[in-house]
Nanobody, 129 residues
């Protein structure tokens, strides 16, 4: 079981950049895929990006490809989401998710919950002028 704390959210102008961080504690990150999800008011939660436990073969939603980059540092128990060229439609609460699994090269951006899946409390991102 993992505890996750997101940080780095805030107010940014369109076209700007922001880097979100996810700190993990309670267990090693070695056997967890990491995902970033977001939810805007009145909308369904959507997957943004994920990275497998092995650190390769990351996935991105079509809406953020070329603008967002996911990364992780298992030794530090950290994961990140670098967001660039931000648009107003990127606004929402961003959640870090850890998914324990036995597949070091696989992850999913489909929202899931259950045993071995831990969610952070979220951090708010607002893109507005």
């Amino acid at each position: 079981q993992l505890q996750l704390v997101e940080s780095g959210g805030g107010l940014v102008q369109p076209g700007g950049s922001l880097r979100l961080s996810c700190e993990a504690s309670g267990s090693t990150l070695d056997y967890y895929a990491i995902g970033w999800f977001r939810q805007a008011p009145g909308k369904e939660r959507e997957g943004v990006s994920c990275i497998p436990s092995g650190g390769v073969n990351a996935k991105y939603a079509d809406s953020v490809k070329g603008r967002f980059t996911i990364s992780r540092d298992n030794a530090k128990g950290m994961a990140y989401l670098q967001m660039s060229s931000l648009k107003p439609e990127d606004s929402g609460t961003y959640y870090c998710v850890a998914d324990r699994n036995l597949f070091p090269t696989l992850c999913t951006i489909v929202p899931r919950q259950g045993r071995g899946i831990d969610w952070g409390q979220g951090t708010q991102v607002t893109v507005s002028s």
